[in-house]
């Protein structure tokens, strides 16, 4: 079974913090994404990553940036909090450059800026 | 933008009917659709992906596809409890798999 492992599920930060969300997934998926989930607006890509050290920004990537800097682990890192970003973060992984194969989500991080 | 939209619901269905869900997309070049399933407060779980206009049927579910009116649904028979959940309809766009997802239907199945 492919797993996609969120470290740290409940977050609660103050404004202007450093926040680090890590991912790991464990069938040598190239591709890896960070989503955030918010009532009524359904997933937004934030970033992808498509290889070690690529990346490439997604619908909303202000605020945030990523690293990767080994393949199975993808890092969504929010430099300076805002209570804006509260919300559910979702990591995904899947291979290939496609469009067709299916993408597996981690369990989420639930992040509260206060 | 490119887009995909789904009536937020909630959808109520009896025990036992046919809940149908649906979503269209902007884009007309989308190729690959996706339905996926999510519990609350869990991630979203693949139910069904569909690639060519009609039918494809996985046990319960029906997904249907109609290129032409950029359109995507799925169909549920004899729904049940577990079955209440919201669903998110996803589209391929750009390659490398990256998904635009609609905001999700709430469907709720009642005894």
């Known amino acids: 079974d492919v797993k996609v492992t969120q470290s740290s599920r409940y977050l609660v930060k103050r404004t202007g913090e450093k926040v680090f969300l890590e991912c790991v997934q464990d069938?040598?998926?190239?591709?890896m994404f960070w989503y955030r989930q918010d009532p009524g607006l359904g997933l937004r890509l934030i970033y992808f990553?498509?290889?070690?050290?690529?990346?490439e920004k997604g619908d909303i990537p202000e605020g945030y940036s990523v690293s990767r800097e080994k393949k199975e682990r993808f890092s969504l890192i929010l430099e300076s909090a805002s209570t804006n970003q509260t919300s559910m973060y979702l990591c995904?992984?899947?291979f290939g450059q496609g469009n067709g194969n299916t993408i597996y989500f981690g369990e989420g991080s639930w992040l509260t800026v206060v | 933008q490119k887009e995909v939209e789904q009536n937020s619901g909630p959808l109520s269905v009896p025990e036992g009917a046919i809940a149908s869900l649906n979503c269209t997309y902007s884009?007309?070049?989308?190729?690959?659709f996706f339905w996926y399933r999510q519990y609350s407060g869990k991630s979203p779980e693949l139910i069904m992906f569909?690639?060519?206009?009609g039918d494809k049927e996985d046990g319960r579910f029906t997904a249907q596809l109609n290129k032409a009116s950029q359109y995507v649904s799925l169909l549920i028979r004899d729904s049940q409890p577990s079955d209440s959940a919201t669903y998110l309809c996803?589209?391929?766009?750009?390659?490398?798999?990256?998904?635009?997802f609609g905001a999700g239907t709430r469907l709720a199945v009642h005894p």
């Open positions: 996803a589209v391929g766009s750009g390659g490398y798999n990256k998904l635009i």
């Open positions: 990553s498509y290889d070690v050290k690529m990346k």
């Open positions: 569909i690639y060519s206009n």
């Open positions: 069938m040598d998926h190239e591709n």
């Open positions: 884009d007309r070049g989308s190729q690959s």
């Open positions: 995904a992984s899947s």
